[in-house]
Every structure is written in C-alpha cells, then in structure tokens.
C-alpha cells in the first residue's frame, strides 16, 4: 500500500476488541515511526507500554489527579495503551515546542502504521494527562510530559464514521501580497490577497474568521491548562 492510500484509509477507532500487537510485533513498528524529522537527531521522546495491570494503575493516577473516589475506568477501554512521552533535551538550538512536534510526529507516524498493520488505534488525552499523579505513575523525569495515549486493540466489524474531507483548496493559501508603504501586512489580509475572485475572497474571509475563533479557543484552553499544572504542582 502506497502512504498516500494508508493516510486515506486510516481512520481512529474509538471502540476496539481485546486483541494487541505484541512487544515483538510492536518493535519494528517503534523503530520505523522514529524516522520523523528530529531537529538535532535529539530523539526527544520515549513510548510506554500499559498492559494489564498497569492500565489499573493509571486508572488510580486519574482518579487522584480528578479527586475522583474510584478508580478511572478510562484506561480499561483497549488492552494495550502507549504513552507518548516528550522528553526534553538541553539545547541552545532546538526549543521545547519543536521537540514536542517530533514526538507526536512519531505518535501520528505510530498510528499510521499500526492502522495499516490491521490495529485499530485511537489517540486519546483528558484534563489530567499532564497532572503530577499521572506523571508519578508513568515515572517520568523533571524534563518529560505526557502527550497522552495511543489506545491499541483489534479493529471490529463496525466501521466508525468518517471525518468531514479536508478542504485542500481552503487551507493551502500563499503568503499575502508584500505592502509597499513599509508596514507589516497583517496576519490575515483576504480582502487584499493576490488574484482573488470574489468567491475565494469570501471563502478566505470566512476562514480567516474561523481561525480567530479557533486562536480564541485555543487561548482559553492553554489557560485552563496552565492554571492545572499549577495546582497540581506538588509543594
Ligand atoms: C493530541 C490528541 C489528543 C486527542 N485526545 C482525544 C481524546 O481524549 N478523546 C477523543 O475522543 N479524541 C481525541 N483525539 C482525537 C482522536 O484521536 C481522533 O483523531 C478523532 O476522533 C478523529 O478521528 P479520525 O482520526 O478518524 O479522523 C485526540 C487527538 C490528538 C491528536
């Protein structure tokens, strides 16, 4: 199968039956997803495998971190679940948020090839992914955080529904046009980009307009979550 029609094909499965690669079958599999683009050859990331108990153990981690009575059932949802760890090496040349993007590059390329191998592979977070007590669970350094769960099982006869196609047209754009009066063009600029028509000028609003929205959301998101990395802190 060629990667084009992998990448078509895969899809995430959100309900998957008890059977998992094994650690043998998984190597290969580890060893090729490793291949993504690394900045600095840094290898700034690990994998965990959670098998049988361990998911158990997880599972109380949630609940500590959630303040919940009894332990998280979450984990229990596929036999065999992958952590995806960014470990953060010192470097002068390569910040932390391109470290983090070859981890989940390796996470995505991970999913891609189990998928294409036959397993079905949801890639799943919560609020208490990046708490302490999760983080204690997985024995984590001072330098490492979670990217959250590949959550691996067989895949069942139901095929899950399908995500809405990308709009290709819509999310590949080319720079805005440079100004001449010395100031910075703005981020999104539409009305003014080179060549539109006036259907694409309308399409390129309504993006931009979506965009903003999604920045606004995301701000609020990453506020949220630095508020519970700090109470979640320990003394
Ligand atoms: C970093 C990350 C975290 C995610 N966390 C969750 C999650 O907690 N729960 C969930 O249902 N989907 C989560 N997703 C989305 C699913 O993995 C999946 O992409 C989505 O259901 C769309 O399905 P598709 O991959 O078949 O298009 C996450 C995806 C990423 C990349």
Excluded: F, N
């Excluded at 999310?171 to 440079?178: D, F, K, Y």
């Excluded at 920045?215 to 609020?220: F, G, L, S, T």
């Amino acid at each position: 199968m060629s990667a084009l029609d992998a990448v078509r094909r895969r899809q995430s499965w959100s309900k998957v039956t008890p059977e998992a690669p094994t650690r043998e079958e998984l190597l290969p599999l580890v060893a090729a997803a490793g291949r993504v683009a690394d900045h600095s050859s840094l290898r700034p990331w690990r994998l965990i495998e959670l098998r049988g108990e361990d998911r158990e153990r997880l599972g109380s981690a949630i609940a500590e971190a959630t303040g919940d009575s009894s332990p998280s059932s979450k984990p229990l949802r596929a036999s065999l679940l992958i952590a995806v760890v960014a470990s953060y090496r010192h470097s002068d040349k390569v910040p932390r948020w391109e470290q983090e993007a070859v981890a989940s590059g390796v996470a995505h390329v991970l999913s891609l090839l189990l998928d294409e191998a036959g397993w079905g592979v949801i890639w799943r977070t919560g609020g208490y992914t990046r708490t302490a007590a999760v983080a204690r669970a997985h024995g984590l350094g001072p330098d490492e955080e979670l990217l959250g769960w590949l959550y691996v099982g067989g895949k069942p006869g139901k095929t899950p529904g399908r995500r809405t196609p990308v709009d290709a047209e819509a999310v590949l754009s080319r720079m805005p046009a440079a100004r001449t009066d010395g100031d910075a063009a703005p981020a999104q600029d539409p009305g003014k980009a080179e060549g539109c028509g006036k259907k694409a000028k309308k399409k390129a609003k309504k993006a931009a307009k979506k965009a903003k929205k999604r920045a606004e959301k995301r701000r609020k998101a990453e506020k949220a979550e630095r508020r519970l990395r700090k109470a979640e802190k320990p003394s």
